[in-house]
T-cell receptor, first 112, second 114 residues
């Protein structure tokens, strides 16, 4: 079993839809949680960075962490064609070397 | 502009050849990382360095080597011992204030076998 599981998709939605992207993990020691967006042939770009449980909002993006269920989510409101990309979740242990464990990535397509 | 520069964007390797991928950052970050990305497998850590002249193996270090002689630079050599080198290689860096600073990535080098 992988430490971090992410549905690879692809996920296709119409423009304006609410998108929910999810990851589950097995190691309860993870404390820091990130979402990256990666366009084709580019490096991942940090979207959201959260510590421990709770919600964090930034514009159309909301990151949610539920440590009791070992489950994290990224919600995208009013999705746009420019949101079409691969979304990677990542997490790390508290006080560790900064080593990140990544999910496999979910490919999202937003159709105009 | 501050950022991470990886070069070249595309690289081809012949059998038995070593190749070196460049990674330079001007973010004044102490920590630097190399990842390999394969389709459907996410990113896997090859090597990381928290400070100049020090580095540690990641999960898939076999067939790779690194050096960290300068804070700004963390080159990765893919040796002939790496039998399946075709992949997208990503370099990242992060601040050292608590190692859990978020990592920022370059735009990658795509390595293929001739």
């Amino acid at each position: 079993q992988k430490e971090v599981e992410q549905d690879p998709g692809p996920l296709s939605v119409p423009e304006g839809a609410i998108v929910s992207l999810n990851c589950t993990y097995s190691n309860s020691a993870f404390q820091y949680f990130m979402w990256y967006r990666q366009y084709s042939r580019k490096g991942p770009e940090l979207l959201m960075y959260t510590y421990s449980s709770g919600n964090k909002e930034d514009g159309r993006f909301t990151a949610q962490v539920d440590k009791s269920s070992k489950y994290i989510s990224l919600f995208i409101r009013d999705s746009q064609p420019s949101d079409s990309a691969t979304y990677l979740c990542a997490m790390s242990l508290s006080g560790n070397t900064g080593k990140l464990i990544f999910g496999q990535g979910t490919t999202l397509q937003v159709k105009p | 502009d501050g950022g991470i520069t990886q070069s070249p964007k595309y690289l081809f390797r012949k059998e038995g050849q070593n190749v070196t991928l460049s990674c330079e950052q001007n973010l004044n970050h102490d920590a630097m990382y190399w990842y390999r990305q394969d389709p459907g497998q996410g990113l896997r850590l090859i090597y990381y360095s928290q400070i100049v002249n020090d580095f540690q193996k990641g999960d898939i270090a076999e067939g790779y080597s690194v050096s960290r002689e300068k804070k700004e630079s963390f080159p990765l050599t893919v040796t002939s011992a790496q039998k399946n080198p075709t992949a997208f290689y990503l370099c990242a860096s992060s601040g050292r204030d608590g190692y859990n600073q978020p990592q920022h990535f370059g735009d990658g080098t795509r390595l293929s076998i001739l």
